[in-house]
């Protein structure tokens, strides 16, 4: 709900002073593409492309005429950048989601959106990854919701909520900006 994939039934969401309620949701795109990056469990990576052509994506919808040259940095910058050509069924899990962060950060977003970005990952590779997120998450100025149902990333950040059987709780203070989902 909070960038605008879905909107409420009842009440409001404001999206940089843009009441999402109120959108089409073609608006509701258009604000998503300018203001929010995203990055899924599920990678949401386009199988057709490349890692290179996914990090691209977002930079050419923005007529971004150095798209390639940014995606080829945040590609290096995020470890893959010997996996450019490679289509996202030739990539681990780890490398999937590497991609898709260099893609969620490509147009220097001012909001992230991280679902459960370690939940298809094992442990040692959802370290690096998170670190990885943090790590571009404060060279970007980015603000990061992560969603998670992993206690131990809350510790990493500084302000914290429980979801808990339909009610939002703030009660878990840290270091970086985390929701954490319990009761969906």
Request: hydrophobic share 40%; glycine share 6%.
């Amino acid at each position: 709900m909070l960038a605008g994939l879905d909107i409420p039934t009842t009440g409001s969401i404001e999206l940089f002073h843009h009441k999402l309620e109120v959108l089409s949701e073609d608006e509701r795109a258009v604000l998503r593409n300018q203001y929010v990056g995203f990055v899924f469990q599920a990678f949401h990576l386009l199988p057709g492309f490349t890692a290179l052509e996914n990090v691209m994506l977002p930079l050419e919808i923005n007529d971004d005429a150095q798209a390639k040259e940014k995606a080829t940095s945040l590609l290096e910058r995020v470890g893959m950048s010997h996996r450019n050509n490679h289509f996202p069924t030739t990539l681990s899990g780890g490398e999937q989601q590497r991609v898709a962060i260099a893609r969620a950060f490509s147009t220097n977003p001012p909001l992230l959106l991280a679902d459960e970005p370690t939940g298809n990952l094992d442990s040692n590779t959802g370290a690096k990854i998170i670190d990885l997120l943090f790590e571009l998450n404060q060279e970007q100025g980015t603000a990061l919701v992560l969603v998670t149902h992993d206690e131990s990333l809350t510790k990493r950040c500084n302000s914290c909520f429980r979801l808990d059987q339909g009610k939002l709780h703030s009660d878990m203070p840290h270091d970086l900006s985390c929701v954490l989902s319990e009761n969906q």
